[in-house]
């Protein structure tokens, strides 16, 4: 399967974690994001549909709407 390089925003601690991980484990997360997006491609469910999952999801562990604005704005 050919490969490509994308940029991805993350916060702070994940680009710090994965910049200070193993190269094993750096590639163990590309798979991983890879088999994510993937998933969600294939998906019979609407994008907004997912969308809507991971923002109860996140709603559920704590993410506020005014949280939420804060790291969008933390440049």
């Known amino acids: 399967m050919p490969v490509a390089t994308i940029p991805v ?4 601690d994940a680009a710090r974690f994965y910049t200070s991980a193993s190269p094993e484990i750096q590639n163990k997360l590309r798979i991983l994001l890879s088999v994510w997006l993937r998933e969600i491609a294939s998906s019979t469910a609407a994008l907004s549909a997912c969308m809507d999952e991971i923002s ?8 506020t709407s005014d949280i939420l604005a804060e790291l969008l704005n933390d440049d």
């Open 56 to 63: 109860a999801n996140a709603e559920a562990r704590g993410l």
């Open 9 to 12: 925003r993350l916060d702070a």
